[in-house]
C-alpha cells in the first residue's frame, strides 16, 4: 500500500513547562476506547503507558500513527544542561511544539531567549517549519493569557514561519486538540 508520511515533530520548551504531560495526553488511556486529541483515531506505536510523569533526562521518542500520517515525537529534557541536545534534531524536524510555563513570569524571558536562539539557528533560520505553542498552565491562578505570553515572547516578529498559539491545561488535556489539529493542516 501507499507509504505513511513521515513527520518528525520536536517538542521543546523550559524544564517543567509540561511538555512530557502534553505527550502522555496523546496516548490512549488504559482500557479505553476514547479518542486522544488527535481529530483522527491515533494509534500510538508502542503502546507503553507512562505511569507517572518525572523530569525528562535527554529526551524521550514516542510514534503515533493515524491512516496517512506517520508521528514521531522527540520530547526533548528542558533542563539547562540537556539544551545542548536540541539543535541536533533541527536539521530533521518537519514541525516545533514549543511548550511555555503560562504561570513562570520569572522565566519568561528565559524562555524568550531560548525560542531567539532556536529560530536563529541555522538549521531552522531558512526552514518553513511549523511552530505551535502552548501557553500552558493555564489552569494556575498565575497563569498569564495566551495573548500575553505571545506578547512576553515577541512571536508577531515570526514572519517566516507558520505559527499559532493555543492555552492549554495539559493536566486535563484541554487546548491541545485545536493546537494538534492546525499543526496537522499546516503539514499536510
Ligand atoms: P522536563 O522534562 O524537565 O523538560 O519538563 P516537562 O516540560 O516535560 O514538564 P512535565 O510534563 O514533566 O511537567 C512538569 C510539571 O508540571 C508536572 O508536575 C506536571 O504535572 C505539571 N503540569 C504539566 N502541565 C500542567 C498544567 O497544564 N497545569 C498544571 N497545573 N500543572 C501542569
Ligand atoms: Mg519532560
Given at each position: 500500500?501507499?507509504?505513511?508520511?513521515?513527520?518528525?515533530?520536536?517538542?521543546?520548551?523550559?524544564?517543567?513547562?509540561?511538555?512530557?504531560?502534553?505527550?502522555?495526553?496523546?496516548?490512549?488511556?488504559?482500557?479505553?476506547?476514547?479518542?486522544?486529541?488527535?481529530?483522527?483515531?491515533?494509534?500510538?506505536?508502542?503502546?507503553?503507558?507512562?505511569?507517572?510523569?518525572?523530569?525528562?533526562i535527554g529526551f524521550n521518542i514516542e510514534k503515533f500513527k493515524n491512516s496517512s500520517l506517520s508521528f514521531t515525537v522527540f520530547d526533548m529534557s528542558g533542563q539547562s544542561r540537556y539544551r545542548n541536545l536540541w539543535e541536533h534534531y533541527y536539521k530533521a524536524s518537519h514541525a516545533i511544539i514549543f511548550v511555555i510555563?503560562?504561570?513562570?513570569?520569572?522565566?519568561?524571558?528565559?524562555?524568550?531567549?531560548?525560542?531567539?536562539?532556536?529560530?536563529?539557528?541555522?538549521?531552522?533560520?531558512?526552514?518553513?517549519?511549523?511552530?505551535?505553542?502552548?501557553?500552558?498552565?493555564?489552569?494556575?491562578?498565575?497563569?498569564?493569557?495566551?495573548?500575553?505570553?505571545?506578547?512576553?515572547?515577541?512571536?508577531?516578529?515570526?514572519?517566516?514561519?507558520?505559527?499559532?498559539?493555543?492555552?492549554?491545561?495539559?493536566?486535563?488535556?484541554?487546548?491541545?486538540?485545536?493546537?494538534?489539529?492546525?499543526?496537522?493542516?499546516?503539514?499536510?
Amino acid at each position: 500500500g501507499l507509504r505513511k508520511k513521515e513527520v518528525n515533530v520536536l517538542c521543546l520548551g523550559l524544564d517543567n513547562s509540561g511538555k512530557t504531560t502534553i505527550i502522555n495526553q496523546l496516548k490512549p488511556a488504559n482500557h479505553s476506547n476514547h479518542l486522544g486529541p488527535f481529530s483522527e483515531e491515533w494509534k500510538h506505536v508502542s503502546q507503553t503507558q507512562t505511569q507517572e510523569i518525572v523530569p525528562t533526562i535527554g529526551f524521550n521518542i514516542e510514534k503515533f500513527k493515524n491512516s496517512s500520517l506517520s508521528f514521531t515525537v522527540f520530547d526533548m529534557s528542558g533542563q539547562s544542561r540537556y539544551r545542548n541536545l536540541w539543535e541536533h534534531y533541527y536539521k530533521a524536524s518537519h514541525a516545533i511544539i514549543f511548550v511555555i510555563d503560562s504561570g513562570d513570569k520569572l522565566r519568561m524571558v528565559v524562555a524568550k531567549e531560548e525560542l531567539e536562539i532556536l529560530l536563529n539557528h541555522e538549521d531552522i533560520r531558512c526552514k518553513r517549519v511549523p511552530v505551535l505553542f502552548f501557553a500552558n498552565k493555564m489552569d494556575l491562578d498565575s497563569a498569564m493569557s495566551s495573548v500575553k505570553v505571545s506578547q512576553m515572547l515577541s512571536l508577531e516578529n515570526i514572519k517566516d514561519k507558520p505559527w499559532h498559539i493555543c492555552a492549554s491545561n495539559a493536566i486535563k488535556g484541554e487546548g491541545l486538540q485545536e493546537g494538534l489539529e492546525w499543526l496537522q493542516e499546516q503539514i499536510r
